[in-house]
């Protein structure tokens, strides 16, 4: 999706005894536009290759060449993607960019630019694995969706149905906000992570604590009459596959989502668990606007939770959003609900239109591609599909400049349409 209104906040960082201010934004569909890519993974890529720090254009192409061959003219062309991920690094000064795509020919590339280290200088990997923020909100979402299949959870039944007395305050009443309208945020409840100030990277955070945030503050607006990118509402949907389920939202997410379609690579963190698993870049994040970049890579995720709290790689969740769009986790009922939208153009550009935890994205080559995108402290990614196969998805390792964005958008639309 393309940036939008992606909720903002700001989080107290202590390091080193002292506690600065960082800027971040979690921007699941919010900003997809601006950073998804996508392109078939090659099975045969071959080791990265970076240039040392400060270098900012080093890269890695692990497929077959770092150009592309023209078929008509026998010539070789720079490759766009590879380009593109360079330039992120050295206009934008992101650390690292990495990028699978999925072409028209059924083809796989991935693609490094940058620094998986800035302390040590070390390579990106390729397919890093790298948190994913509010891409989490599709996986959550397909769960919910998979239990309205089972008639244990209805689209448009209210929250109190599941959750008596949970949802109330200042213009919010869970008698009045239905499932579905979590899942589009159109419940009108307030953002927590915009009231997250103060609070640290490295602390846990109960679910309940949490939302308790977002209700001591007045509703946006009434349920249905507006739309509102906002974190709570998956706190809620999360809470709701607990209840229903009697398990934690993470173990069902693994079990009806991850290994049911074999994403190997993809995790949800366990409480307390603060690491990237697998090879992966850091990630990093400015404490004040003009400071340096800082590594933010270990972070106690149960402050994004069923919003936002996933660990995965581009060739993964191009695999999830393939496999979702080709009705590989939802019967077609259930899928064509989750692909019912909204227009929210005027929040996200490029045409976006949100459905239940999934968006559309105009193409400039016609059509749209689906998916969603995340942004929290130290990660950006953005990507989708299209219904003729083709995949992207970019991770760029910080939150980069709003100028970025444009170009990020720009990258995403190129390699889908190439």
């Known amino acids: ?45 071959s080791p990265a290759a970076t240039a040392s720090p400060g270098s900012g254009a080093s890269a890695t192409f692990a497929a077959d060449s770092a150009t592309v061959g023209d078929a008509a003219s026998g010539s070789r062309r720079p490759d766009g993607v590879q380009q593109g991920l360079e330039a992120l690094v050295r206009d934008f000064k992101a650390p690292a960019a990495l990028a699978t795509v999925t072409g028209r020919d059924g083809r796989t590339r ?56 949970l ?23 307030p953002n927590y992570t915009e009231y997250l100030e103060g609070d640290r990277l490295d602390r846990y955070h109960e679910p309940r604590d949490l939302l308790d945030l977002a209700l001591a503050n007045k509703s946006d607006f009434t349920p249905g009459d507006g739309w509102k990118y906002s974190n709570t509402g998956y706190l809620v949907a999360g809470m709701i596959i607990q209840r229903i389920t009697g398990r934690p939202v993470g173990e069902e997410i693994t079990h009806r989502v991850i290994d049911r379609i074999g994403l190997r690579h993809t995790y949800f ?23 340096p970049l800082t590594d933010v ?12 709290a996933l660990v995965s790689t581009n060739t993964d969740l191009n695999r999830f959003y393939t496999t979702l769009i080709g009705g590989g986790l939802l019967a077609p009922e259930l899928l064509a609900q989750m692909r019912t939208t909204v227009p929210v153009d005027e929040y996200l550009g490029q045409g976006a239109r949100y459905g239940l935890g999934l968006a559309s994205f105009q193409l400039t080559c016609g059509g749209v591609y689906w998916g969603h995108g995340g942004t929290l402290p130290g990660y950006v990614t953005r990507g989708g599909v299209t219904e003729d196969g083709r995949a992207a998805n970019i991770a760029v390792t910080t939150v980069p400049a709003v100028e970025a964005k444009p170009r990020i958008a720009a990258d995403v639309d190129a390699a889908l349409c190439r």
């Not at 366990?270 to 400071?291: F, I, K, M």
């Not at 106690?300 to 936002?308: E, I, P, Q, R, T």
């Open 1 to 45: 999706m393309n940036e939008c209104v992606s909720p903002r906040f700001r989080l107290r960082l202590r390091l080193g005894g002292r506690a600065r201010t960082a800027v971040a934004v979690i921007a699941g569909a919010l900003t997809l536009g601006t950073l998804a890519i996508g392109v078939p993974a090659s099975a045969t890529a």
């Open 167 to 189: 949802l109330r305050g200042d213009g919010i009443d869970g008698r009045n906000i239905t499932v579905r309208q979590l899942l589009q945020h159109t419940s009108g409840l």
């Open 297 to 308: 890579t270990r972070q106690d995720m149960s402050w994004g939770w069923a919003a936002g």
């Open 269 to 291: 963190p366990a409480p307390g668990d603060t690491t990237v698993h697998e090879a992966h870049p850091e990630g990093y994040d400015r404490l004040t606007p003009d400071g």
């Open 110 to 165: 991935r693609y490094t630019a940058g620094v998986g280290d800035l302390t040590t200088g070390a390579k990106v990997p390729v397919d890093g694995q790298v948190r994913v923020g509010s891409n989490t909100k599709a996986f959550t979402s397909v769960v919910v969706l998979q239990l309205v299949g089972e008639g244990r959870v209805g689209l448009d039944a209210f929250v109190d149905t599941y959750l008596p007395g």
